[in-house]
């Protein structure tokens, strides 16, 4: 028989834990005939995992067995905290070296799904036929596609979800489950409208008109992801791991929008680190920095590299 969950429950639950909305979408298979034509422009650039699990990114159903819903949510990390933050530098200096926002707070993937396994366990100890998984970041399907159909926002021409109450500077995760739920998802109208200032300030062009990204132009790929050294015709404008500049553009992310995440906490270590390498790159500080950091998955080498090849950029 059909489980059913109240949606309110979910909500309630959602903003005890900390995220700023949730929504949901029900059981169908997605139409992602758009991403097979990003997949054959070769946008995806060395991640060839973006072109594995195809079945799962066309119907996330497939992840549990007799899912019915996927309970979508979100997460700003626009804080007035991280606005208070001190860095060694002028935010304006020309040559500041930095991390994208994001890489100031302890690692998103493992405090999300945190807060999503204890909403989940809350449910269980009402309803203990409750089923569910936790997927952040690392899901096969796309997750701003999911958010948008749950009507938590549309796809700016960034490629990136914005809604209307908190910006595009959040996180989505999702929880996939056997119950279904009395929820009537809202589509958000496009309200990039005839903007295109994310278009323009990107310095290396790598924003396209059908609201994806070439990867082979995008610093946040060449930085976090390739191996390799970031190839000389990247402009990484100071950004050593990840990239800012296109959601700073948008007018949706001009002001904090909240104090702080009861989620997501400021990495100390991190204001250490950026401090040392807009000085003196140091390895301890860097180790220390990424235990419990998103950028966990950077070696030092790389970093290095990274900060070598934004040195040039500022010379050129
Ligand atoms: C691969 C990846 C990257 C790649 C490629 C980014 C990209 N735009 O594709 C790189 C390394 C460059 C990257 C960078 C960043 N990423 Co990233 N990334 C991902 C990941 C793992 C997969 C995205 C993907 O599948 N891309 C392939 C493209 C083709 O698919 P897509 O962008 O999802 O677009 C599809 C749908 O949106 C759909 N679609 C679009 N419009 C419409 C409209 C309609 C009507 C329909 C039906 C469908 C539709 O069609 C597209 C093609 O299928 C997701 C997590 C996930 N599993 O979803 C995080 C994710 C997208 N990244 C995220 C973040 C935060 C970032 C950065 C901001 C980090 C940083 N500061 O450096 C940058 C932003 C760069 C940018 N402008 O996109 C967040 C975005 C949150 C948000 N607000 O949207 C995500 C969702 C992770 C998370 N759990 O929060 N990322
Ligand atoms: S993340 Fe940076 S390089 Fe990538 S599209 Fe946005 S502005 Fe351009
Ligand atoms: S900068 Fe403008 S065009 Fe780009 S995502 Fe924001 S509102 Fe949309």
């Given at each position: 028989m059909n489980k059913i969950i109240d949606f309110e429950i979910i909500k309630s639950l959602a903003f005890e834990a900390g995220f700023q909305d949730c929504g949901a979408v029900s059981s169908k298979e997605f139409d992602i005939s758009s991403h097979f034509d990003w997949l054959e422009k070769g946008y995806n650039a060395e991640m060839q995992y973006l072109n594995k699990n195809i079945d799962k990114r066309k119907n996330p159903y497939l992840l549990l067995e007799n899912a019915q819903t996927i309970f979508s949510f979100i997460l700003s990390y626009n804080t007035q905290e991280f606005a208070n933050m001190h860095f060694s530098q002028n935010e304006e200096s020309k040559h500041l070296l930095k991390f994208a926002s994001y890489s100031y707070f302890e690692d998103y993937h493992k405090a999300i799904k945190r807060a999503l396994y204890w909403i989940i366990s809350c449910i269980q100890d009402i309803y203990p036929e409750f089923k569910g998984i936790a997927f952040v970041d690392s899901s096969p399907f796309s997750e701003k596609m999911v958010a948008r159909e749950a009507g938590l926002g549309w796809i700016g021409k960034n490629s990136i979800l914005i809604n209307k109450s908190y910006g595009s500077k959040i996180l989505i995760g999702e929880i996939i489950t056997n119950y279904s739920t009395n929820y009537k998802a809202q589509i958000v109208d496009d309200l990039c409208e005839d903007c295109k200032l994310c278009i323009e300030a990107c310095p290396n062009n790598a924003i396209n008109l059908n609201k994806t990204i070439n990867c082979n132009l995008c610093s946040s790929y060449h930085n976090?992801?390739?191996?390799?050294?970031?190839?000389?015709?990247?402009?990484?404008?100071?950004?050593?791991?990840?990239?800012d500049i296109c959601l700073n553009a948008c007018p949706w992310n001009k002001k904090p929008r909240i104090f702080n995440s009861k989620i997501l906490g400021l990495n100390p270590n991190m204001q250490k680190l950026i401090d040392s390498i807009n000085n003196n790159p140091d390895k301890s500080i860097f180790n220390k920095a990424k235990k419990n950091s998103a950028i966990e998955n950077i070696k030092f080498q790389k970093l290095l590299s990274n900060i070598e090849k934004s040195k040039e950029d500022f010379l050129s």
């Open positions: 976090m992801i390739n191996k390799e050294s970031v190839p000389k015709n990247i402009n990484l404008d100071g950004y050593i791991y990840g990239c």
